[in-house]
């Protein structure tokens, strides 16, 4: 292994073990173990640590802490269809009192359903659009016939100076991920590689989830800082390999200078948010999930086929 594999190496089994604690068990530091453990296990679970709950929002415990930057996700009608398992109505529920009762009403129905729920109702003179999951409201935004929209808190209020009597609601079930696995496109042939790209949807859909489950800032940036944190530990397996069977040296400086130029651009969003600069939205959401779905397809597939043709496929 040359020496820029070496420390490659050793930045994967120190990410590894700082990502994972106890949960990574013992992974191995000599060379040829760890090659071993990268082609057959990969990552110690392919399913990411689970959400926190969300705390109340000022106090009010039906009302996701993350409200705020939940909302958000309701002024984007192209991204909420996207969201929607289904462009069909799930039920219709009655709102009623004033404008707490009401996302009460809502809150409680979203415990029936193991998938956010996305409540659409029409008012005498706007568009009430509320989101919520596990027995809380994530999101709410008022579009009124001008046009102009009202967001999370000030919604709220303008809710509250209204009794709704009697007003009927549409329920949508919401995707609980936005990227799925699929082995016919998305695998490369190594079982310890799959498992890695496993984690790090599993991981996409956990920050996704996050947003629309209402998670306040804390933990969303806390799942951040763990997906840019493990997807720097992949990208280093992806690279130990590459060099140790002498994948063509263009194909894998053109693979690491992707890599490169990915991480540095999480690192930057990820400084940005934690210094408030930047909001972690859906649209982020898609980018990254676009990207690593593409860059999996495509780049990592390539280096697939290769390692199949040397024969070192550990994967159907």
Request: net charge positive.
């Amino acid at each position: 292994m040359t020496g820029s594999g070496l420390a490659r190496l050793l930045r994967a089994i120190l990410l590894v073990r700082r990502l994972f604690g106890r949960r990574s068990g013992r992974i191995p530091a000599r060379e040829k173990d760890f090659i071993r453990y990268v082609l057959e296990v990969g990552v110690p679970s392919i399913e990411p640590p689970p959400l926190p709950e969300p705390g109340p929002w000022k106090g009010i415990e039906y009302i996701a802490e993350g409200f705020e930057e939940a909302s958000l996700v309701l002024l984007d009608p192209e991204i909420l269809l996207h969201l929607l398992l289904s462009s069909s109505i799930d039920r219709v529920v009655t709102l009623r009192g004033d404008g707490l009762e009401a996302l009460k009403i809502v809150a409680d129905t979203s415990r029936e359903y193991t998938t956010p729920v996305y409540v659409h109702a029409r008012l005498e003179t706007a568009d009430l659009r509320i989101l919520a999951y596990e027995g809380k409201v994530t999101g709410l935004v008022i579009e009124r016939a001008a046009g102009d929209k009202l967001v999370a808190g000030r919604a709220l209020e303008v809710l509250q100076s209204q009794y709704l009597d009697s007003i009927p609601a549409t329920v949508f079930r919401v995707k609980r991920e936005w990227m799925k696995w699929s082995d016919e496109k998305l695998s490369v042939f190594i079982k310890g590689l799959d498992r890695q790209h496993k984690y790090l949807v599993a991981t996409l859909n956990h920050l996704y989830l996050g947003i629309v489950g209402g998670l306040g800032e804390k933990a969303l940036r806390e799942a951040l800082r763990r997906m840019v944190d493990y997807t720097k530990f992949h990208f280093r397996s992806e690279e130990v390999l590459m060099d140790k069977y002498n994948y063509p040296r263009d194909k894998f400086e053109k693979h690491v200078r992707e890599h490169n130029a990915f991480v540095n651009k999480v690192t930057e969003f990820r400084e940005k948010y934690e210094a408030g600069e930047a909001k972690l939205t859906i649209d982020v959401i898609r980018f990254l999930a676009t990207w690593v779905e593409t860059h999996i397809a495509r780049t990592d597939r390539d280096y697939g086929y290769y390692f199949k043709k040397i024969g070192l496929a550990t994967a159907a």
